[in-house]
């Protein structure tokens, strides 16, 4: 009996442990994303690109709209080479000092940074997929 209730419980928190190791859907970055501000504007300026930072959330609706619906789509992918790209996620230690560097103040929060790490727009709040390409493309004309 003894031996059963304890491969019982290992099995459970072999269990409890796998299951709060899998990232959740929301915790996923988009594709082509970088998850570190410092590594992307590192790489802005040394490809000389602007750095497009998003601030975000995973438990933030309109953040996972724009995560599913926007960043895939055409419209947005045709920029994709254009900009380096990092995807923050505010409740995180890591993306704090950047946050605060940006003032944040709602999310989702889109930051267009120059190479030189001056920043040149932003962009709070969902927006559709023309529109989203729209800001892009007169960032890039700012940068």
Same mark, same amino acid.
């Given at each position: 009996?003894?031996? /059963?209730?304890?491969? /019982?419980?290992?099995?459970? +928190?072999?269990?409890?442990? +796998? ?6 859907? $929301? ?72 946050? /605060?560097?940006?003032?944040?103040? $709602? /999310? ?28 892009? +493309?007169? +960032?890039?004309?700012?940068?």
């Amino acid at each position: 009996m003894k031996i /059963i209730l304890l491969a /019982i419980l290992a099995f459970a +928190a072999v269990e409890v442990v +796998a299951f709060t190791q899998k990232p959740r859907p $929301g915790d996923m970055r988009p594709e082509g994303f970088l998850s570190n501000y410092d590594t992307a504007l590192s790489q802005a300026k040394r490809l000389n690109k602007p750095l497009v930072a998003v601030f975000s959330a995973s438990w933030c609706g309109p953040c996972q709209l724009m995560k599913t619906k926007v960043y895939p789509d055409p419209k947005v992918r045709m920029y994709r080479d254009q900009f380096v790209w990092v995807y923050l996620d505010v409740d995180k230690d890591s993306t704090v000092s950047a946050a /605060i560097r940006h003032q944040v103040r $709602g /999310i989702p929060s889109v930051h267009v940074v120059s190479p030189e790490g001056r920043e040149v727009s932003r962009r709070v709040g969902a927006s559709p997929p023309q529109e989203f390409s729209r800001f892009l +493309a007169l +960032a890039l004309a700012k940068s």
